[in-house]
Structures are given as C-alpha cells and as structure tokens.
C-alpha cells in the first residue's frame, strides 16, 4: 500500500505532500518528496492493491495486522521449534545409539543437517521475495514439512527402514526443505504485522522481536523435555509422531488466522539481480564524478512498485553513488537501461546489504559456540550424576537449561531492562541492537571458559577415582556443575540471537525482509559447517599428535582445551564485531525529519 496525502476539496491555500516522489505537476521535487500548499485539514488517498480509498487518516484505525494478527503466526512458530527441536535434541543419540556412529562422526553429522537447515532459508526467501511471496511460500513449505515430519516417524517405526540410515537421512532432508521455505518467512511475516508508520505498533514491534524469541524457547524446551522423554523411554516412533502432529496442528493455527493478517508484499524482481545491476551500472560510469561534472542523479523511487522506502543518500560505498548518474548516453535513451542506469533508491539498498557484510562474519563464531549445546555439553553431561530422587535426567533434555534461561530472562529484559534503559538512552529498545549484540557475544564467550573450568573439574574427578579408562562409568559429579554454561548461554542468546534477528529486519529494504530473516538465520548454519570443520581440524592434528583432544572416550580427550579454544575464537570475535560496528550507518529514511515524521504518522496504513 502506498499513502498519498492529498488536500480536503474544501481547503483553500493548502500544502500537500506525495511521499512516494510521484510527479502530478509542475510542483517541484526534492529527493522523492514533493511539495505544495496545504492546509492543516488533511485526508490521505491509500492505494491498496490499485483501488483508491479517500479518507481521514486519523479516524482511521486498522482492522487487521498487530499482535492478533502476530498471536496465530508466534504460535505457528511454537509448533515448528517444537517439532525442529524435538528433532535435533536427541539427534546425536540415535546417530551413536541406533546408528553405531562414533561420537566425533555423530557430532559433525549433526552439525551438518544443521548448517545444510539454516542456509537452505536463503533459497527459501529467493522464492518468497522474487516470485511466491511470503504467505503462499509459508503454506507450501509447511505441506512439504509434514510430510518430512511423517516419513521420518515411518523411517524409525516401520521394522524394515529401522536403523537405515539412508531412509532416515531422506526423510530428514525433506524435512529440511520444508524448513529452508518456512523459516525465512514466518517471523518476517509475523513482524510485517506491525506497522511502522503507527506509533503505538512501532513500539510494539520492538518487544515484538524479544516475544518471538520467547516462543521459540519454549517451543524447543517442551520438546526437549516431552519429546526426547518418550523418544528414551517409549520408543523413537511415537517421539517422531508427536512431531508431525505438531507440524499439522501448526498448519492449521496459521490457516484460520488468515482474515487478520495484512498481506501488503509486494513481489520484487530477483534481489540477486538488482544487487548487481548497482555494480555493472557502477563499474561502466567509473570515470564519471556527480560533482565535479555537473551530472543529475535519477530518483525514481517507485519503478514498477506501488510502495517502497525513500532511503536517504549517504556518504559511504560512494563508488556504488555512480551508478544512479545520468549521463549523455542515458539521457538520449527512450527508456532506462536498468544495467546502465539505477535509481539513488536501489544504489542505497545495496548499500544497505553491504553495511551488514561485516556484522554476518562477526556472527559466524557466536553459531560455533552455541552449536556446542546440542553436541559436545550434551556428551560431557551424559557422563555425570543425572539422578534427582527416583528420576534419571535424559542427557539430551538439559539442552532445556538454554531454553530456560531465556524464558526467565525476556520477560525480566523486556519490562524491567528495558523501560529502565529507555529512560537513560532515550532509545525506544533501551539500547542499538549492535549494542545488544555485543552484551550476547561477550556472554557466549564466557561461557566456554564457564565449560572449559567444569570439564577439567570433570576429568580431575575421573582421575581421582580411578575411571579415566573407563567411558562408560558415571563420574561422581552432580550434573548441576553444568547450569552455569547453559544459563549464560541462554541469557547471551537472549542479547545477541534476538538482536541480530531485529538488525536484518529493519536495515535490509523492505522488498528483501525474507533474504534478511534467512541471512540471519545462515549465520547459525554457516557456523555449524565451521563447528563441524573446527572438530575435524582438531581432530586431525591431535591424533598425530598421538593425544587426541576429541576422542570417545571424554575421561581421557581434552574437551576443556576444546573450549579453550572457542573461548579464545569468541574473544577475537568480539574485538572484530567493535571494530566493524564503529561506522555501522543504520538505516535513515528521506523523511527522518521532525516535520515530516509527523506528517507520516497521519497515515494509518491497514
């Protein structure tokens, strides 16, 4: 939808303003903002879907979209973590278990589905931003998603397929296709409900992001606690079961909140293609110089869309600025070359995208330390005392000390943290979410060296009493020494996971939302592949060393000089994410002035 505010039939001397750069007349324009008289009586003209609506903008309030809308996608979100996290969090344990991997094969093999489940969203959002859009893309990957959910109850179930392990990996990795479609789009479709122009959903869009990070924790500790508990002690059929229930109950929650959601994507071309149109234009006015030469610059901010952003030009990345020159060649042209010529919006967009090159390697470290969750602390647990009165702890379920700590720590985040930074900052989310990210890099790093002290102690007790040769032998040591690691590395996911999801949401151009919901969401995969790397690195130079660091037998590897390692990975990582944030330039809009902000917000766009 696009909002054009145009003057009430009776106003006499009015001022009226286009917002979107639209050329009705003579009247002159200025970086896409047009300008003539209007009085303070003002109407808006909304263009939804190519039909005109004439009305009163302020009387106006939305009938669809906030957090009713917000509320059926965060539960579609619940149901989807329930179903990944009852996947992964006992995955290493039917790879070694039921499959005769070895722990170090096993790990890898995990972190691999892992990786190959976050970078696929990317392939998701080309599909969802390009052609499918977002709500279509959503109902297609979740069929494709249950039916991934239902083979793999079929593979560990039916007495033929159990313990094949290629009809296991099939099923997993159609699974994963349903993933990479509907992972990109859910959260980007569930923040789209909150409408910017909007205070008071502005305001609600920035708990918004720590909500649905809240959903997710728990979603995925239900499934650790519920799923991996029926998986270890009524079978690994009915654990699978509950998952496709989950994902077919998922289905149909996102199905019947269809009449509140706002629909208002509008499909773009490729996001590839237009990425390097801005270089190729670029590269062929290399020569050219905008003010030395006199040159105009094209500015047409609405090319084939009815809604888009009018970014303010910046000084970064100037060599990308040639691309929107008109030169003697584009200026005897009928029409636009769109590899010659780009307009000051699109060569800002890539901007954009490159702004955020440095801030994705920076969150790469932070996917490997936190991979070490669902791998590594799950095996150095397994080893100790797991027996609270007549229960035994599953090893896998105290992945859902991470989820806990989350779900204490948003709300505490959200209504005490926040409110209280707000007053100091002035900042409507208490701090900048580059801010946010570093508090979360710095705990994830402090939680390796949090492991590295507990494992020694682990293995200082083994010796002790004698066990170091013994891998199956339960060292005597209550698993609750383990707390510390999980807590702070919930509480960091908490500042950083939530942060960077918000960053790739409000810097990348409205069109792109999906690629930047799936960028973000690479990081964790990309980091994945590096954990799996990392192990086999090690794994390779210690064996010939003759003192394998990582072996099956945790009594006598050096885990802890494992984590020492990451720890120190993580401290270089913070001082690269400082130093790439200090000319971080966030996204400004051509209307972040006093003057015309307040006449943005007259628009109720529904």
Known sequence: MATVFVPKMEGLGTRWMVQMGWDFGSDEIVQGVQYSSMDSSIASLNIVDGH????VSTKKRPSKGGWKSAAFIILVEIAERFTFYGVLGNLVTYFTNVLGQTISTAAKNVNTWVGVSMILPIFGAAVADSYLGRFKTIIIASVIYLLGAVLLALSVSVASLQRSAAA???????????????????????????????????????????????????GGSVAIIVVVYVQDNIGWGPGFGILAGAIAVALVVFLCGIPTYRRRQKVASSPFVRVVQVFVAATKKRSLDETSDGYKVYHDHVEGQTSVQILARTNQYRFLDKAAIIDEIDDSNKTRNCWRLCSVNQVEEVKLLLRLVPIWFACLPFAILYSQTATYFTKQ?????????????????????????????????????????????????????????????FLSTFSMVAAALVE????????????????????????FWLLPQYIITGVGAVFFVVGMQQLFYDQIPDELRSMGAAASNSTLGVGNF?????ISILQAITSRAGDEWLGSNLNRAHLDYFYWVLAGLGGLNLCFFIWATMGFVYKKLEWDDPNQKEEQKLSHVE
């Open 52 to 55: 005109e609506e004439n009305e």
């Open 168 to 218: 296991f990996f099939v099923s997993l990795y159609i699974l994963t296709i349903g993933l990479g479609g509907h992972k990109p789009c859910v959260q980007t479709f569930a923040a789209d409900q909150f409408d910017e122009n909007i205070p008071e959903e502005k305001t609600a869009k920035v708990s918004f992001f720590n909500w649905w990070f809240f959903g997710i924790e728990v």
């Open 381 to 441: 647990g397994s080893t100790t005392v797991r027996t609270v009165g007549s229960f035994k702890i599953p090893p896998a379920t105290l992945q859902v000390n991470v989820a806990f700590a989350a779900i204490v720590f948003i709300p505490l985040y959200d209504r005490i943290l926040v409110p209280i930074a707000r007053k100091v900052t002035g900042l409507p989310s208490g701090m900048t979410t580059l801010q946010r990210m570093g508090i979360g890099l």
């Open 456 to 479: 020694a102690k682990r293995i200082s007790i083994a010796r002790d009493h004698g066990i170091m040769d013994s891998p199956k032998s339960i060292v005597p040591m209550r698993v």
């Open 530 to 534: 590096l954990s799996s790397a990392i």
